[in-house]
């Protein structure tokens, strides 16, 4: 903790902080550090230390959601209510105004200050919703990943980085500070998409650590009774039984992996051949038109192997592009198999809607060619995602397809430009959580219809 507070008090000062100003600050710690605990009591002999000044700080406190900070605001006002507080700022006391649990300010004309601008003390907001765009002296951001869940969640993430960027980092005076106190919860969550140097000064910090001698002990050590932890015995337990959430909450560190997705050496390339006894579809559609792709891949079946034939991925707006895309690229190799073609889409209220148009379409096709027949009697293989687990465990539980021999990619580029096969192999090979995963998507349902046609006793992987 010592570390945390000649980190929080630099002894810089500007116009409005005085003895705390300087570079945005990110501390990583390990979980049950008290974190919150002290910077809750720095906040709240900062506001009566600014004010014996004849400065007021505003303070913007962010957590993951409002009702997160909310339950810090709650604790900040408690100790600037309590006497042994206004015994030591006596010019401290709540505002008969305004004293709520999200936005409160002291009594400004009892602490003898004069505040031009709007006259407030603490704002909280939730990174997670609409944030509040308070202008501030200090930004705190204390919790906004409150889970293992949420920080692998690319959305939720990539929502906190939206607001984070569009709003909050706008909201500071000339001369205000951030600060911020987490701990990592996933790979790839805002602490490593926000929180980064140049632009901040971080902080790590780890369960356990080292000494001179190269031995382990607790990051807690030693212990009291007045100062309860952790012992090096639990700690070294907990890293036995589940080492990636260990290295992330405990050790704050990213933890390094041999590989992640299918082995690049399991990526084999071959000639189509000219006929194929089924050719299957797999169609990830976008939820919206500024983030994800519509994917598309389309495979063939042929003497009991998988061949990846054609990848495409686009932004469409309106499901007849969908429809006219899934049947620019069926039509390129209908003359390859005599039966009509499969889709695999996701079973989610998006797909339902696509499904009713496509099959509107499909009524009134007239097939006066031999594609478009055959298109006519598409059979559509909904896709359930909910409850198949992660992403990367879905496409990892037809690995030993690959490992097999029975999936290969088609060796010819396309000649229009329009080929994604290459990003595919890149997804399913490098996969991160953050990154727009729709072909890998496509691929995998399109191989859970496909492997159902080949003489295989391999079973999904669960």
């Known amino acids: ?129 609409s944030v509040n765009g308070k202008r501030a002296h200090l930004i705190i951001a204390d919790d906004v990943v409150k889970s293992p869940s949420e920080g692998r969640n690319k959305g939720i993430q990539e929502k906190l980085t939206e607001n984070w960027n569009q709003i909050v980092r706008f909201v500071k005076f000339d001369g205000s500070r951030t600060i911020c106190l987490g701990t990592r919860m996933a790979k790839y969550d805002v602490y490593t998409r ?52 260990f290295l992330l909450q405990r050790q704050n560190q990213i933890p390094e992996v041999s590989f992640q997705g299918i082995r690049s050496h399991l990526i084999r390339e071959a000639w189509l051949p000219q006929k194929f006894e089924r050719l299957i579809v797999g169609l990830d559609l976008a939820s919206s038109t500024t983030g994800d792709y519509t994917a598309f891949v389309l495979i063939g079946i042929s003497q009991d192997k998988l061949y990846i034939t054609d990848a495409y991925q686009e932004r469409l707006l309106g499901n007849m592009k969908k429809i006219d895309l899934l049947y620019e690229m069926y039509s390129r190799r209908a003359d390859m198999c005599t039966n009509a073609p499969i889709l695999a889409v996701d079973d989610n209220r998006y797909a339902m809607d696509f499904q009713g148009d496509l099959l509107d379409y499909l009524q009134e096709l007239e097939g006066t060619t031999e594609s478009e027949e055959k298109f006519k009697h598409l059979q559509i293989e909904p896709i359930k995602s909910c409850g198949r687990g992660e992403k ?45 995963n729709d072909l890998m998507d496509s691929l995998e349902m399109a191989l859970l219809i496909g492997r159902n046609y080949i003489n295989s006793e391999i079973t999904v992987a669960g």
Request: proline letters at 4%; charged letters at 25%.
């Open 194 to 245: 926000i929180f980064i140097p140049p632009q901040w000064r971080v902080i790590t910090q780890s369960a356990i650590i080292k000494d001179e001698f190269g031995q382990e002990k607790s990051f807690w050590e030693p212990e009291t009774v007045e100062a309860p932890g952790l012992s090096l015995a639990t700690l070294q337990q907990e890293r036995e039984e589940d080492l990636e959430s």
């Open 392 to 436: 990367i465990d879905r496409i990892m539980g037809h690995s030993l397809l690959f490992e097999r021999g029975k999936v290969y990619f088609n060796r010819v580029t396309s000649d229009d430009g329009k080929s994604h096969t290459d990003k595919l192999i890149q997804q399913i090979t490098d996969y991160n959580v953050m990154d727009s």
């Open 1 to 129: 903790m010592l570390e945390w507070i000649d980190a929080l008090n630099t002894g810089d000062s500007n116009k409005y902080l005085h003895g705390i100003a300087g570079e945005d600050t990110c501390i990583l710690a390990p979980r049950n550090s008290a974190k919150s605990s002290v910077l809750l009591q720095w906040v709240a002999y900062n506001i009566g230390f600014h004010i014996n000044l004849g400065l007021s700080l505003k303070i913007l406190y962010i957590s993951y959601t409002i009702e997160v900070a909310a339950s810090k605001s709650r604790q900040i006002k408690a100790i600037l209510e309590s006497k042994p507080y206004q015994e030591v700022f006596p010019k401290i006391q709540p505002s008969k105004n305004k004293w709520g649990e999200r936005e409160w300010a002291i009594d400004f004309t009892h602490a003898g200050v004069s505040v031009i601008e709007e006259p407030y003390t603490l704002a909280c907001s939730g990174l997670k919703g």
